[in-house]
């Protein structure tokens, strides 16, 4: 089975970010299989934690400030 994350993206980032996090909680830990499960790569889902151990799911501009 795997889960639409752009959809879910499309819909609202940070709950598409959340059900990632749930995913990998329930699969303990596994980075791999919640990555299949959501039909991304590996490196997104640990951008994801990161995001997570930051304490902010939201989307960053990608501009740069000078």
């Known amino acids: ?4 994350y752009k959809a879910l993206r ?3 980032p940070e709950t598409a970010r959340e059900a990632v996090l749930e ?3 329930s699969v303990n ?4 299989a919640t ?6 790569t590996r ?3 640990y ?4 995001k997570a151990a930051s304490g902010d799911l939201a989307d960053r501009s ?3 400030s000078l």
């Open 1 to 4: 089975m795997i889960i639409d």
């Open 10 to 12: 499309a819909i609202s």
């Open 23 to 25: 995913y990998l909680r």
């Open 29 to 32: 830990g596994n980075v791999s």
């Open 35 to 40: 990555a299949r499960a959501f039909g991304v």
């Open 43 to 45: 490196p997104v889902v």
């Open 47 to 50: 951008d994801i934690m990161a």
């Open 62 to 64: 990608r501009s740069l």
